[in-house]
């Protein structure tokens, strides 16, 4: 007897119907705010090349480098700490899709076009409208590409002071050429504290005769663990042996992870974190035993020094955070008008008013690099200082929730790996807890009003007044200018009237008030102009009318007195158990 009566293998019969995939299209043509802001606000003579460049852009972000960030999730970072033979070598394995994301970042100049100021005061809006398109597909090459950015930025200030270091370091940061193209770190958060640097940081330096330092310490966090040079924060080590405690006591370094050979610098990887999400990036517990290191600062001026590279990297965090909401709402569109079941778009609302506040910072970078110093830039300059904090923690905040709610509208897919959804989810959250979590950028925001005397609110109303005067002539748009000027008086009102005491517990509110209104501004400026649509008009009304509150006036100040301090503390902490 031979065979069987029916074939025993068959191919499954999965049924007729299959799900199209939602579609990644020209993420630049797709963006018509980017497309109109872009036009609105460059010199004609540079619209052209630039917008040229990003519709280019736009294509290989939605093909080549987005197959690259999928292959290095499938790869993720390994750490090889002993060979076979029992050597210590703190080998950091990585995809090849990530090396080849660092050939691409330096072929496309996403540095260099930052500071080859091709474009004038343009070129920063230019180099952050290029890293909007490339973050949601460049699979966190975005992290390294940032501090890369704050530390060009920061070595560009001592060019003059240390010209051989700015020679070698930012020549190379700044590189158009792979081969020669070096990535930065920056390394701030120690075991004991990452908000609270000057009470953490235990890392000294130790002077060598040659002018250099020796570092020793153990850094906590070090994303992109195989950058090429970092920037770091230590405590020089005085003649009797001490180190000043505090702030005043860290100075800023710049620091090669290895020398020609490949051999690090006396800096042994530890481990490699266990992350929620960011599973392609390398982020790793470094042991620093006497590594070679140059000071950049002045003694005791490291946390000062650093806010410029914090600066840039803040507003890379908010324009990522901005642009992993473009990126799902642009899937979730695309798959409604494949699954008509579920066929709802999203509200465009808050994308509108995140895009254009990160555009708006970005350009006020450009002004106030490459512009002399004039009164109107001073007053700009405080704007940005306020509008960095705003920015990065309100947008940080806002896209775990937007992305959450995209989530929903794949319904189950939005919770399958395999489509890649849910690790954009997993990326957005990091956003609102690194570069400074939402309440240390609550507290930075008082910080640049104390510092300024408080001339900083003055600047920032008359900002918001600029923009929404045209919206105040407009009908349709009168009574949502008029409900922004009404609560930037009551907020400011609010700032001076609270009393010393509830300053702090209050910040969080006071911030976001301040960042809701600006984003009113915006867009109400945005809708006002000549080539407005009736959804921008439409946006910035419905912002108005229901995005705009709650302020922290809700309840005046009631909600922040000794008694609801107690009551909160008396909440929390009800039933706990020592
Ligand atoms: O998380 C990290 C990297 C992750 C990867 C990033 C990738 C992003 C892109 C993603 C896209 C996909 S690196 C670690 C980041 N760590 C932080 O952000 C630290 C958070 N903590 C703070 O920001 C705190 O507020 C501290 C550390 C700045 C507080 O320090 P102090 O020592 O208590 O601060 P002081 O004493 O108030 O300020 C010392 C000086 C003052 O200057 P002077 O002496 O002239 O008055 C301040 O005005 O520093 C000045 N300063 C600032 N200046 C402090 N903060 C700022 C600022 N933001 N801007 C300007
Ligand atoms: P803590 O400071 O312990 O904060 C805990 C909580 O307390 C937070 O909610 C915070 O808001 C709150 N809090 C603290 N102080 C106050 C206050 N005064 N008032 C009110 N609330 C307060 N760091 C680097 O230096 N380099 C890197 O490359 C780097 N990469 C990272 C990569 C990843 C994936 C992550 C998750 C972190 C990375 N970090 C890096 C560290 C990051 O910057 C810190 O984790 C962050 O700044 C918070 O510090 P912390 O973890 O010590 O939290």
């Given at each position: 007897k031979s065979g069987h009566a029916t074939a025993p293998f068959a191919h499954?019969?999965?049924?007729?119907f299959f799900q199209a995939r939602p579609v990644l299209h020209n993420q630049y043509l797709q963006d018509s705010l980017l497309v109109s802001y872009l036009r609105r606000h460059l010199p004609k003579e540079n619209l052209l090349t630039v917008t040229h460049d990003l519709e280019r852009f736009g294509g290989r972000v939605a093909g080549e480098i987005y197959d690259l960030s999928l292959q290095m999730e499938a790869e993720q970072p390994r750490l090889e700490?002993?060979?076979?033979?029992?050597?210590r070598v703190d080998k950091l394995i990585t995809s090849s899709a990530w090396s080849r994301m660092k050939e691409i970042s330096a072929e496309e100049g996403l540095i260099a076009c930052g500071y080859e100021?091709?474009?004038?005061?343009w070129s920063r809006l230019y180099q952050i409208a290029k890293f909007y398109l490339f973050e949601p597909s460049g699979g966190l090459y975005g992290c390294p590409l940032a501090m890369t950015n704050g530390a060009a930025k920061t070595l560009e200030l001592y060019k003059s002071q240390f010209p051989a270091l700015y020679e070698r370091a930012f020549t190379r940061l700044t590189s158009r050429d792979p081969k020669l193209f070096w990535t930065s770190g920056q390394w701030m958060t120690e075991k004991q504290g990452g908000s609270d640097v000057a009470g953490g940081t235990e890392t000294i330096a130790v002077a060598r005769p040659d002018g250099s330092y020796k570092l020793y310490g153990y850094k906590w966090f070090s994303s992109a663990?195989?950058?090429d040079v970092t920037l770091t924060l230590a405590r020089i080590v005085g003649q009797d042996g001490t180190v000043l405690e505090g702030t005043k006591g860290l100075t800023l370094f710049y620091l090669e992870l290895r020398d020609d050979n490949g051999t690090?610098?006396?800096?042994?990887?530890?481990k490699l974190k266990n992350k929620l999400?960011?599973?392609?990036l390398p982020t790793a517990e470094l042991l620093i035993d006497g590594a070679r290191a140059y000071r950049l600062?002045?003694?005791?001026r490291g946390v000062a020094a650093m806010a410029n590279m914090l600066t840039l990297t803040r507003i890379h965090t908010a324009m990522g955070a901005a642009s992993a909401m473009r990126r799902i709402v642009n899937l979730a569109r695309d798959y409604a008008t494949r699954r008509k079941a579920f066929g709802k778009m999203l509200n465009r609302h808050p994308l509108h008013m995140h895009t254009l506040a990160g555009m708006e910072i970005s350009r006020l970078l450009g002004r106030q690099e490459v512009l002399s110093m004039d009164n109107t830039l001073a007053a700009e300059n405080e704007v940005l200082r306020l509008l960095v904090p705003l920015a990065k923690l309100y947008v940080s905040k806002q896209a775990v929730a937007v992305v959450s709610e995209a989530l929903e509208s794949f319904g189950g897919q939005g919770y399958i790996e395999d489509t890649d959804l849910p690790r954009i989810l997993r990326d957005t959250q990091v956003n609102a807890i690194w570069e400074g979590t939402t309440n240390i950028l609550s507290l930075d925001v008082l910080r640049a009003v104390h510092k300024s005397a408080g001339s900083v609110l003055n600047h920032f109303r008359n900002s918001v007044m600029v923009r929404i005067g045209p919206a105040m002539e407009c009908q349709g748009l009168h009574e949502s200018a008029y409900r922004v000027e009404n609560a930037v008086k009551d907020v400011l009102q609010f700032a001076t009237s609270l009393p010393q005491s509830s300053v702090e517990m209050s910040a969080r509110e006071f911030a976001y008030s301040l960042a809701r209104i600006y984003m009113g501004a915006l867009l109400l400026e945005h809708a006002a102009h000549?080539?407005?649509t009736p959804s921008d008009v439409y946006t910035a009304q419905r912002w108005c009318e229901?995005?705009?509150?709650?302020?922290?006036?809700h309840g005046k100040n009631g909600n922040f007195t000794e008694r609801s301090l107690k009551g909160n503390m008396d909440l929390v902490f009800d039933g706990y158990l020592e």
């Open positions: 499954a019969r999965l049924g007729s700490q002993i060979d076979a033979w029992g050597n100021r091709k474009f004038g005061e663990t195989d950058a690090m610098n006396n800096i042994q990887m530890l999400g960011t599973k392609q600062s002045e003694e005791g000549h080539e407005a229901k995005d705009l509150s709650p302020l922290c006036t």
